[in-house]
Nanobody, 125 residues
Framework: QVQLVESGGGLVQPGGSLRLSCAAS????????LGWVRQAPGKEREGVAC????????FVAPSVRDRFTISRDSAKNTVTLQMDSLKAKGTAIYFC??????????????????WGQGTRVTVSS
C-alpha cells in the first residue's frame, strides 16, 4: 500500500498558477504510477495527469494538456502538478493517486488504488 500526502492547494485568481505537491511513501514505489485526479463540486472524478516512475512517460488529460505539467522526483518520492492559466472550472478537490502500471488509467480514476486526502483548489476572482 502507498501513503500519499498532498500540499499546495488554495485560492487563486483566474489566469493564475498553482503548484501541487504529493509526498509518497511505502514499499516498491517504482511499481506504481503516480498521478492526480480531481473532483469538482457536483461532478464525477476526473483523471488529470499521471507519470511513471522513470518520469519519461507522462499522460495529461486533453482538457488541461496545454496548461498543466506533471513531474516526478523519484529520489524524493514526490510528484508535482504545475497548473498554469487556471480557469474557474479548475475549482475542485485534487487528489494524489497511485496505481499499478498494469491497470491505472486516467480514463478510469477508480482503478487507482491509493488516494491521498485531497487538497482544495479554488479558482475565483
Amino acid at each position: 500500500q502507498v501513503q500519499l500526502v498532498e500540499s499546495g492547494g488554495g485560492l487563486v485568481q483566474p489566469g493564475g498558477s498553482l503548484r501541487l505537491s504529493c509526498a509518497a511513501s511505502g514499499d516498491n514505489l517504482d511499481r506504481y504510477v503516480l498521478g492526480w485526479v480531481r473532483q469538482a463540486p457536483g461532478k464525477e472524478r476526473e483523471g488529470v495527469a499521471c507519470i511513471l516512475r522513470s518520469g519519461l512517460s507522462t499522460f495529461v488529460a486533453p482538457s488541461v494538456r496545454d496548461r498543466f505539467t506533471i513531474s516526478r522526483d523519484s529520489a524524493k518520492n514526490t510528484v508535482t502538478l504545475q497548473m498554469d492559466s487556471l480557469k474557474a472550472k479548475g475549482t475542485a478537490i485534487y487528489f494524489c493517486v497511485a496505481g499499478s502500471v498494469l491497470t491505472a488509467t486516467l480514463a478510469k480514476p477508480e482503478l487507482f488504488n491509493s488516494w491521498g486526502q485531497g487538497t482544495r483548489v479554488t479558482v475565483s476572482s
